[in-house]
């Protein structure tokens, strides 16, 4: 069974910085694309970031992009979301996800993607 595990949420202060890990198992993700989606009390989920199988592009929500960066390390089977300059309205539980089969785009939709993690909490104060 694939299991998707989120670390690395917690409490900061605006303008502070971050570091998400998510850590899969049961099977590799290696030739699968990942991403983050993050959802907010009251709001929908939205998305957050994306990353390519062999991470060699990324895509962004406008709202985070020149202060996120995702990455991965296909041999620990784990993907990264480097937060800075957080603002308050970061605030959110932040989900890591994967494709459930290769496919060569990025998407930004949460349809597109097949497992799931519980989510971490990012709390940023102002």
């Known amino acids: 069974q694939a299991q998707l595990v989120e670390s690395g949420g917690g409490l900061v202060q605006a303008g502070g910085s971050l570091r998400l890990s998510c850590a899969a198992s049961g099977r590799t993700f290696s030739s699968h694309n990942m991403g983050w989606f993050r959802q907010a009390p009251g709001k929908e989920r939205e998305f957050v970031a994306a990353?390519?199988?062999?991470?060699?592009?990324?895509l962004y929500a406008d709202s985070v992009k020149g202060r996120f960066t995702i990455s991965r390390d296909n041999a620990k089977n784990t993907v990264y979301l480097q937060m800075d300059s957080l603002k308050p309205e970061d605030t959110a539980v932040y989900y890591c996800?994967?494709?459930?089969?290769?496919?060569?785009?990025?998407?930004?939709?949460?349809?597109?993607?097949?497992?799931w993690g519980q989510g971490t909490q990012v709390t940023v104060s102002s």
């Open positions: 990353i390519r199988w062999n991470a060699g592009s990324s």
């Open positions: 996800c994967a494709a459930g089969h290769p496919t060569p785009n990025l998407m930004r939709q949460a349809p597109a993607y097949d497992y």
